[in-house]
């Protein structure tokens, strides 16, 4: 849970500095309407939210695969549900970037993070 909470937390913050720094970026956001450059910012910011979620599964788990994977495959889950339901509002390459990198990120993610000492 720790694991997706990071991962929220970390997209979240994203979007905002997005939203903040980029005007074009949070007139696009209201109808969906990015650009090349707009998209791949998402990509981008969702691939650090990803690593995020699996460095934090990773160290509470002290490096345990199963946490790391459980929190990967929960991301994927929840995001297969929200690109069904988008699936007309973005190009079908973006649907597949972002979830092909979801497990291997949460992997990495995970794996990079030294595991906590007790």
Same mark, same amino acid.
Not at 74 to 90: E, M, N
Not at 101 to 114: D, K
């Given at each position: 849970?720790?694991? %997706?909470?990071? %991962?929220?937390? *970390?997209?979240?913050?994203?979007?905002?500095?997005?939203?903040?720094? %980029? #005007?074009?970026?949070?007139?696009?956001?209201?109808?969906?309407?990015?650009?090349?450059?707009m998209?791949?910012?998402?990509?981008?910011?969702?691939?650090?939210?990803?690593?995020?979620?699996?460095? *934090?599964?990773?160290?509470?788990?002290?490096?345990?695969?199963?946490?790391?994977?459980?929190?990967?495959?929960?991301?994927?889950? *929840?995001?297969?549900?929200?690109?069904?339901?988008? %699936?007309?509002?973005? #190009?079908?390459?973006?649907?597949? *970037?972002y979830?092909g990198?979801?497990? #291997?990120?949460?992997?990495?993610?995970?794996?990079?993070? #030294?595991p906590?000492?007790d």
């Open positions: 849970m720790a694991g %997706w909470a990071a %991962w929220l937390l *970390v997209a979240a913050f994203a979007g905002l500095l997005a939203k903040g720094f %980029w #005007p074009g970026y949070a007139a696009a956001a209201e109808g969906h309407r990015f650009t090349f450059a998209l791949v910012i998402r990509l981008v910011a969702g691939a650090f939210a990803t690593l995020a979620a699996g460095a *934090v599964a990773g160290w509470l788990a002290r490096g345990q695969w199963r946490a790391i994977l459980l929190t990967g495959g929960g991301v994927l889950l *929840v995001s297969l549900v929200r690109h069904y339901q988008i %699936w007309d509002q973005y #190009p079908v390459w973006y649907h597949f *970037v979830l990198y979801l497990l #291997p990120l949460t992997a990495l993610g995970g794996r990079c993070c #030294p906590r000492c």
